[in-house]
């Protein structure tokens, strides 16, 4: 079965930091674009972060640019979200997503049940 298995979420003050992880299984994402969706209760999807397998170029939605991270670790076969200076409209349960290019990261397929990011004020 195809899937990833994303972690690392949970409750943090406004101004701290996690780390979200996300590790693939039944598959690698050595061939594969990878990135992080975040949806907020009433809101629509929104495209935070992606990574490109064959240059390392990564993109930001601007709101979070200069707060979030996104990394690959190749040997562990994951990918990293580290998100600092957290915010309550960061909060949303995000979602690793995988894709063929981040030029088309509004295409990524989502193969998790997401992980939960509370930001308290």
């Known amino acids: 079965e195809v899937q990833v298995v994303e972690s690392g979420g949970g409750l943090v003050q406004a101004g701290g930091s996690l780390r979200l992880s996300c590790a693939p299984s039944?598959?690698?994402?050595?061939?594969?674009?990878v990135g992080w969706f975040r949806q907020a209760p009433g809101k629509e999807r929104e495209e935070v972060s992606c990574?490109?397998?064959?240059?390392?170029?990564?993109y930001y939605v601007d709101s979070v640019k200069g707060r979030f991270t996104i990394s690959l670790n190749d040997v562990k076969n994951r990918v990293y979200l580290q998100m600092n200076s957290l915010k309550p409209e960061d909060t949303a349960v995000y979602y690793c997503?995988?894709?063929?290019?981040?030029?088309?990261?509004?295409?990524?397929?989502?193969w998790g049940q997401g992980t939960q990011v509370t930001v308290s004020s």
């Open positions: 997503v995988t894709g063929s290019s981040c030029l088309l990261f509004a295409d990524f397929v989502s």
């Open positions: 990574i490109s397998r064959l240059n390392g170029n990564t």
């Open positions: 039944g598959f690698t994402f050595a061939d594969y674009a």
